[in-house]
């Protein structure tokens, strides 16, 4: 009998269990870091105990955006109560949207604050505009998703930067360069009869987190996307976005005159090109009234530009600045290096730009990219911060993985941001304040991929480019562990344990792909795996060759006043600093010198010994984050986790493979024993070289 009851009573405890872990929906990734999941504990009862409710709304005006926000309030609390609807009590708290009276375009920020209207709780989220109220109510969302409590969150927040954008490299066929997360989420060929309503919560997640403008083509751009057609088609985005405070931009072919209106030029000074710019842009702001302008990739990597006609950058820039006039601003890309100069590649932006600086219109920004070179796992900061006072400079940083194992593995890169944002230029302020009157560029990693960006760690950086946008002084630490218990879990030690994963994920990636500052030494073409042995393409900068400058005596590309004089181009005392080897900060050690493989460095291991040990840091740190993930078994619903437990076999397959390539690659050319303890690279160098990709992705 008493045996029977007790076999009954532990069914019932592990049915009880099961269906506690069961999660409502299936966890795919889908609702990225809005997934609202029920809270735990006191937290909940205290939420269920307040019962918020939305039901003012003053100055509602017809308000798309203030509806959007009471329905985000109303899903997003039901969503932590546990309940498929807020639940009324005589003794609700109510939450208040107060707006303001302009419908804004989201520069504004938020004030949050308990209150007391006769006796009864409530919360104010003020604003100065709707859209405003909109993020003042996802950022409590979060505080609620975090686990405060109602009557504790007290937030003051307004934008670092104006203009927080994500650029896309989407071509029209829905192929995306350097996408690594399925095709393009725009179907401009259904467009703009049909909308996918995806592109709707694409909208709702950027706003989440205070991004504000789109730019919705690649940047190696196709004149067409300037035909009637496609603005009709960008028309139906703007309509779609804008209730959620975001301004399309669209990146402009410069010689789209000629392409599209038969001219024989498209040479800036010529007034039929300057009258077909500004009937274009006419036409383009009859059909959106808020758009935000173009973004421009000129005279760069085979695209047209001023200088096919003999003018300089800030003409080419101004020219198009006119036609928008005050409605809207060109983003003009520094991302230049020619195939006639041979100077140093790193060298060449800043030469090219910063004597324009005062020249260009005040609707002009540049967009400068986080370092010299293109998006390498770690650069020193590019030149141009702070050397362009008279220019509005914004910051260009890669969302997509190209450099940097694409959807593989995990690389948080909120690290990689903040070193940049954090830098001193020694000329008027870090790069976050050299920045922040303008704004921040992310190249995005979302495709059409179920979870967005192909591997569920990657939706980590979208958000963290948003938050570090919205307030670069955010630690990466806090934006790990406030994306991860809005992802995976609150469970504290959890979260501890992803966190940790997650900081040092991108060091890591560094270590076994390019430590001590050596750059660029990826695979032709497609950019995945290594190949330093690269040596003969057509194009000296296009070499891995080229950056790593190998030989029997050394390693490293001098930069200093003996070398390329790239240096020169930082302020005075930074130059100084970087030009002793003995004061390089060893992480860029390698980017600015060329040193014997006998040079000694602060750890007392000699130039071959540290990169050595730098690799088999790198692999060893792969290792620990897949254990570490292993861990996390019973805290992570088993579909996520077991995806990610793949992508990490796959991360360290190539962290391997990267070290013992690398290793096996540097011996050939140095012709040294490998340290004492280092393992011996797996295959023979010729094997390395063997492995060929014509297939991998987002080329
Ligand atoms: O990082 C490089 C990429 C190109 C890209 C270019 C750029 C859009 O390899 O694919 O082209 O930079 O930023 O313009």
């Known amino acids: 009998m008493m045996r029977g009851r007790g076999l009954v009573n532990r069914l019932a405890v592990i049915v009880a269990a099961l269906l506690a872990a069961a999660p409502l929906h299936a966890e795919d990734g889908y609702a990225l870091w809005l997934r ?15 019962a918020p409710i939305v039901p003012v709304i003053v100055d509602r005006a017809d308000s798309p955006t203030l509806a959007i926000a009471e329905t985000e309030l109303r899903r997003g609390i039901a969503g932590l109560q546990g309940h498929d609807r807020p639940r009324l009590t005589a003794d609700s708290t109510e939450i208040i949207l107060d707006c303001g009276t302009t419908r804004g375009d989201g520069a504004a920020g938020f004030v949050i604050a308990p209150e007391r209207i006769e006796g009864r709780r409530a919360v104010r989220i003020a604003a100065a505009d709707h859209v405003g109220c909109l993020y003042g109510s996802f950022a409590l969302l979060r505080a609620l998703g975090e686990g405060t409590p109602l009557s504790e969150i007290r937030r003051d ?22 996408g690594y997360a399925g095709r393009s989420i725009i179907d401009w060929w259904h467009l703009p009869d049909k909308l996918d309503p995806r592109l709707v919560d694409y909208a709702r997640a950027n706003a989440s987190i205070g991004i504000n403008a789109v730019a919705v083509n690649n940047v190696n751009a196709k004149a067409f996307m300037l035909e009637p057609r496609y603005i009709a088609r960008l028309a139906r985005l703007a309509d779609a976005w804008r209730p959620y405070g975001i301004r399309v931009f669209l990146s402009a072919r410069f010689s789209a005159p000629m392409e599209l209106g038969g001219l024989p030029t498209a040479d800036p000074r010529d007034p ?7 009937a274009k842009a006419d036409e383009i702001y009859a059909a959106i009234p ?17 200088q096919d006609y003999g003018r300089s950058h800030a003409e080419g820039a101004n020219m198009l600045a006119a036609a928008l006039g005050d409605r809207g601003t060109v983003i003009w890309r520094a991302f230049v290096y020619s195939p006639e100069d041979t100077s140093d590649r790193t060298a060449q932006a800043y030469a090219e730009f910063q004597p324009l600086d005062g020249q260009f219109a005040l609707n002009v920004i540049l967009q400068v990219k986080n370092g010299a070179l293109d998006f390498q796992p770690r650069e020193p900061f590019h030149p141009l911060f702070g050397a362009m006072p008279r220019t509005r400079v914004m910051l260009e940083a890669q969302i997509t993985r190209e450099y940097l194992g694409q959807a593989s593995g995990i690389a948080y890169l909120a690290p990689l941001w ?8 020694g000329r008027g302020g870090s790069v976050a304040q050299i920045t922040a009157p303008v704004g921040m560029a992310g190249v995005a990693n979302v495709g059409s991929d179920r979870n967005w960006t192909g591997t569920h760690f990657d939706a980590a950086n979208w958000y963290a480019f948003g938050r570090l946008a919205w307030n670069p002084a955010l630690s990466s630490e806090d934006i790990a562990r406030e994306w991860a218990a809005q992802t995976f879990t609150r469970d504290d030690q959890a979260l501890g344990t992803i966190a940790a994963m997650m900081l040092g994920s991108r060091e890591t990636v560094v270590d076994y792909t390019g430590p001590l500052g050596l750059a660029h030494l990826m695979g032709t073409g497609h950019h995945y795996g290594p190949a330093p042995w690269v040596c003969d393409l057509g194009r000296a900068d296009w070499n891995p060759c080229y950056y790593h400058r190998a030989d029997k005596g050394g390693i490293g590309f001098d930069r200093t006043a003996a070398g390329s004089k790239a240096l020169a181009q930082y302020a005075p005392a930074i130059a100084a600093n970087w030009s002793d ?8 050690l390698l980017w600015f010198h060329h040193l014997p493989w006998s040079h000694r460095l602060p750890s007392g291991r000699t130039l071959w010994e540290e990169l050595a040990a ?13 254990a570490a993930w292993a861990s996390l078994a019973p805290a992570i619903d088993a579909e996520r986790h077991a995806a990610i437990t793949a992508d990490l076999a796959i991360q360290r397959k190539e962290a391997r493979w990267w070290r013992d390539a690398s290793l096996a690659y540097w011996q050939s050319v140095n012709g040294l024993a490998l340290p004492p303890g280092t393992a011996p690279p797996a295959e023979p160098l010729a094997a390395y ?3 060929a990709f014509p297939e991998a992705p987002g080329q």
């Not at 039929?272 to 500004?278: D, E, G, N």
């Not at 903040?418 to 230029?425: F, I, M, P, S, W």
């Not at 080897?581 to 860029?588: C, G, S």
């Open 290 to 306: 808020d758009f935000g302008g173009f973004l421009v990739k000129a005279n760069s990597e085979g695209q047209p530009g001023p």
């Open 689 to 691: 070289k063997l492995r």
């Open 418 to 425: 903040k070193e940049v944002l954090e830098a001193q230029t």
């Open 614 to 626: 730098r690799y088999d840091a790198g692999v060893a740190g792969v290792d620990r984050m897949a």
């Open 36 to 50: 609202h999941a029920p809270l735990e504990g006191e937290a909940l009862a205290a939420l269920r105990a307040e």
């Open 272 to 278: 039929a090109v300057k009258a077909w710019w500004q």
């Open 581 to 588: 080897p003995a004061t390089t900060d060893p992480r860029y």
């Open 157 to 178: 927040e307004a934008p670092a930067m104006p203009l927080r954008m994500l650029d896309h490299w989407d071509n029209p066929d829905g192929h995306v360069e350097r």
